[in-house]
């Protein structure tokens, strides 16, 4: 079956500029995470989505991120103004049903390259 | 603050080798999570076990809940094992991620 998938794949912009990220999860996944990684580093967590309403947002850096899953499929990452700081992979991830204990396995899209020029 | 620390940094191995990577943690969690990275990107999730261990062809995941510590181990490793291993704590639905162990098997 399908897995995860993300577009675009490569996403170059010019400092400034305003850029959207889809996520498009397994099919009946509930829970969607975004997730950003640096150049050697692990990623880490922005924000995770359960159905339509953000769970945890408390990984987004600051007010430019904002992100969007209105029919609790297909979400959208927003970056208004991008810096060059923000250059990363960024990684959608969807699971089933975590219930109130979490833990269910994550399955993640290849990702979304952003470089802010 | 949850922290998530993984040694070593970088291994390198020989084929047929075993291979143990750590992970220690500092929160409680609901269950701990070890992944894999290949260069390109794609992450694939290896094991989520929140007591004991787990087995998986040549892969075993253990983890010590009071020690707050997990390993990786890879029995008579082999070249297509290069990868990113990455541990994860799954804390209130989130993960929480190491900075990834960067295996090389040379043949």
């Known amino acids: 079956g399908a897995g995860v998938s993300q577009t675009p794949s490569n996403k170059v912009t010019e400092k400034g500029k305003y850029v959207e990220l889809r996520c498009d999860p397994i099919?009946?996944?509930?829970?969607l995470y975004w997730y950003r990684q640096s150049l050697g580093q692990g990623p880490e967590f922005l924000i995770y989505?359960?159905?339509?309403?953000?769970?945890?947002d408390s990984g987004l850096p600051n007010d430019r991120f904002f992100a969007v899953r209105p029919e609790g499929s297909v979400s959208t990452l927003k970056i208004q103004r991008t810096e060059r700081g923000d250059s990363a992979v960024y990684l959608c991830?969807?699971?089933?049903?975590?219930?109130?204990?979490?833990?269910?396995?994550?399955?993640f899209g290849p990702g979304t390259r952003l470089t802010v020029l | 603050k949850n922290e998530v620390e993984q040694s070593p940094q970088n291994l390198t191995a020989q084929e047929g080798e075993f291979i143990t990577i750590n992970c220690s943690y500092s929160?409680?969690?609901?269950?701990l999570h070890w992944l894999q990275q290949h260069p390109g990107g794609g992450i694939v999730s290896l094991f989520m076990l929140s007591s004991g261990k787990k087995k998986h062809g040549r892969l075993i995941a253990t983890i010590n809940i009071q020690e707050k510590h997990s390993s990786l181990h890879i029995t008579a490793s082999h070249p297509r094992d290069s990868a990113v291993y990455i541990c994860?704590?799954?804390?209130?639905?989130?993960?929480?991620f190491g900075a990834g162990t960067i295996l090389r098997v040379k043949s």
């Open positions: 991830a969807s699971s089933l049903n975590p219930g109130r204990e979490g833990a269910d396995t994550q399955y």
């Open positions: 099919s009946g996944h509930t829970a």
């Open positions: 929160v409680g969690i609901s269950a």
């Open positions: 989505f359960q159905g339509t309403g953000a769970a945890d």
């Open positions: 994860a704590d799954e804390y209130g639905n989130k993960l929480v």
